[in-house]
C-alpha cells in the first residue's frame, strides 16, 4: 500500500478539535488531511469513547479510532478544571477553529462556548454540530447517527419494498455533519480573509440529511408525492437498479436515452431497442411492471463477469455490487491510492482508507496515524501556550493534563 499523505494546502490553521465519536472526528479528519494542525483535546480519564470501540483492536488500539483521526495531535487536557480551561483559552488565544459536536448546553459548562472564547480571539471561528441545532424543539433531545437517519426521511426510502425500514449501510447521518462541518469551517476561513473576524457555524445533523434528501424532497414539495423505498431501483428511470445474475448481482444504470439501445445489444435484446412501449424512458416508467421481468430473466442467464465485459465494452454503466474487501482491492482503488498505510507506535503497520482530495501542486508530506492518547501534550503546551517545564509538570501532577 502507498503511505497516507496529507496535502498542505490548510497549512497555518490551527483547529481545536473537542469532538468526538464519529461526527465531529470525521470533519476534523478532513480538515488535518488537508494539513490543518488539527489539536484533538481529550478527557485525560480514557479520552475520545471511540478509543474503546471494538473489536478489532490493534496493539490494543480501536481500529474505528485509528480509522478517523490520523493527522491529528492528542493533547489530554480536563476541561472541568480550572486549569484545564484555563490552558485551553491560551490555545484559543493562538488557534483558528474550535470544533466540537457537545450538545447544547456542554460548551457554557465547559468554558468553552463562543461568547466565551470571542473576547479571546475575535478570529475564532467556533463550529458545534449537534443533533438539532441550537434553537428549535428538539434542541436538548439526544440522538445518535440511527435516530438522525430515521428523522431525517433516509429510512423511508432505503431498502426493499413491503419490507422494515433500513438504515443505510454505512452511518450517513454522522459522516454527512463532518462533512458539511469541513466545508462550512472551510468557507468561514476565507470568509474571514475578506472581513477580519471569525463567527459561530450552528450545524444540525437533521438539517444535513434534510438536505441530501434533494430530488426526492423536490417530488414532493412539487407535486405531494411521498416516495417510499424502491430496493436499488430509482423513483423515475428505468432501468437503474441491481439485477441478480446466475453468479451473484451487479446493477446498470441507464439514466439517459443514449445508453438503451446500448443496453438491448448487449444483453442480445435487440428487439426491446426498437419496441415502441420503451423507446423512452417515460415509456419504461410506465412499464416497469412488464419491462423488469424480461431483463430480468436474461440477468440470470450469465454470469456477473461476463455480463459487465459486455455491458462496459457497449459503454453502459454498469458494474459488480463489491462487498467491503472487494472494494478497497478492486484495481481502479488500488490505481487511485485510495488504501493508504500509517506505522503506528503501538499498532503496527495500519491500512486505511485515505482521502479523495488531493491537490497536486500544493505537494505533499507523509500522513501520520492516529494519536496516543495525550501523545503530544508536552510538545503542544510548550510551542502553542508556552509553558515551561514546571508549569506542565504542575499541571500532571494535579490530573489536568496526561
Known amino acids: 500500500m502507498p503511505p497516507a499523505m496529507l496535502h498542505p494546502v490548510l497549512t497555518g ?34 479520552g475520545d469513547p471511540t478509543r474503546l470501540i471494538g473489536p478489532p483492536f490493534a496493539g490494543g488500539e480501536s481500529a474505528y479510532f485509528l480509522g478517523i483521526n490520523r493527522n491529528k495531535r492528542s493533547l489530554a487536557l480536563d476541561l472541568t478544571k480550572p ?8 490555545l484559543v488565544r493562538k488557534s483558528d477553529v ?25 478570529r475564532i471561528i467556533t463550529c458545534s454540530v449537534t443533533a438539532f441545532g441550537e434553537e428549535g424543539p428538539y434542541r436538548d433531545v439526544p440522538a445518535f447517527d440511527l435516530v438522525l437517519q430515521a428523522m431525517g426521511g433516509g429510512m423511508s426510502v432505503t431498502g426493499e419494498p413491503g419490507r ?24 468561514a476561513l476565507y470568509r474571514r480573509e475578506k472581513t477580519g473576524t471569525g463567527e459561530h457555524l450552528d450545524l444540525a445533523l437533521l438539517d444535513c440529511q434534510v438536505a441530501l434528501l434533494t430530488y426526492l424532497a423536490q417530488y414532493h414539495l412539487l407535486d405531494g408525492r411521498v416516495p417510499g423505498p424502491q430496493g436499488s431501483a430509482h423513483e423515475s428511470v428505468v432501468p437503474y437498479q441491481a439485477f441478480q445474475t446466475a453468479d451473484g448481482w451487479i446493477v446498470v444504470g441507464i439514466f439517459v436515452e443514449k445508453f438503451w439501445a446500448s443496453f438491448c445489444g448487449a444483453m442480445d435484446l435487440p428487439e426491446l431497442a426498437c419496441d415502441p412501449r420503451y423507446d423512452t424512458n417515460l415509456k419504461r416508467a410506465a412499464a416497469r411492471t412488464e419491462l423488469l421481468p424480461i431483463l430480468e430473466r436474461r440477468f440470470l442467464e450469465r454470469p456477473s463477469d461476463a455480463l459487465i ?35 503506528h507506535p503501538k499498532a503496527g503497520r495500519v491500512d486505511s482508507v485515505g482521502s479523495p482530495v488531493r491537490f497536486p501542486e500544493a505537494g505533499s508530506s507523509p500522513s501520520r496515524p492516529a494519536p496516543l492518547l495525550g501523545e503530544q501534550t508536552e510538545a503542544i503546551l510548550r510551542e502553542v501556550c508556552g509553558y515551561e517545564t514546571g508549569r506542565i509538570a504542575e499541571l500532571r501532577r494535579s490530573g489536568v493534563c496526561a
Open 13 to 46: 490553521v490551527r483547529v481545536l478539535d473537542l469532538s468526538r465519536m464519529l461526527a465531529g472526528p470525521y470533519g476534523t479528519l478532513l480538515l488535518a488531511d488537508l494539513g490543518a494542525d488539527v489539536i484533538k483535546i481529550e478527557d485525560p480519564e480514557g
Open 309 to 343: 465485459r459486455r455491458l462496459w465494452e457497449a459503454g453502459v454503466p454498469s458494474g459488480p455490487i463489491n462487498s467491503v474487501d472487494r472494494a478497497v482491492r478492486d484495481p481502479q482503488v488500488t490505481h487511485r491510492g485510495m488504501v493508504v498505510t500509517t506505522e
Open 164 to 187: 422494515p425500514p433500513v438504515r443505510m449501510g454505512f452511518p450517513i447521518g454522522d459522516l454527512a455533519g463532518g462533512m458539511f462541518g469541513a466545508y462550512a469551517v472551510a468557507a
Open 83 to 90: 486549569e484545564g480551561r484555563a490552558a485551553f483559552h491560551d
Open 98 to 122: 474550535v470544533f466540537d459536536n457537545f450538545r447544547p448546553g456542554i460548551l457554557e459548562k465547559l468554558g468553552a462556548d463562543d461568547a466565551t472564547l470571542r473576547p479571546l480571539n475575535p
